[in-house]
């Protein structure tokens, strides 16, 4: 069965896009492993805002190239946002505030990335219509994911688990 009718997905690199939802997945599961939780009502979430608070400064720390020009690229293109305006739904640049750490903004934007894509901001008009700033993105934010498990002991083994 395919479901790929029902969306203009060819237009993005599939195998990227199915990289950066796996990822960002164990990525979130190992934060709640190693105690980066927060409760919402209840449920379960990922503290992401802990996270970045223990990693604070370290992103200078990463000497590799990749992880370098994702940053760069996600701080100078940040996504954008969805928001609503008289009943319709509109695109605002990303507003992050000054007093963040940059591995809080930075990784603000990288969920913000997964959040367009997860809950369908990028196929309103049924076409993704900046394909390859929003596949530059996604590469960005993979990276930052990837760098980020360099910082972390615990997250670096519980995602060991994952590597084949």
Sequence with gaps: MTIFKYAAPDLLDKDLVFDFIWFYSVFECALKQEGYLKSQKGIANADWKKFTIDIKDSFSKIEKDSFKKAVEYISENPPKQQYIQYSKLKWRNLNIKDKFSNEERVLLMVKTVRNNLFHGG???????????????????????????????????????????
């Design 122 to 164: 990028k196929y309103q008009e049924g076409q993704i219509l900046e394909v390859e700033r929003s596949s530059e993105l996604i590469n960005a934010a993979l990276e930052i994911l990837l760098g980020c498990v360099s910082l972390h002991k615990g997250l670096t083994e519980k995602l060991e688990k994952y590597a084949v």
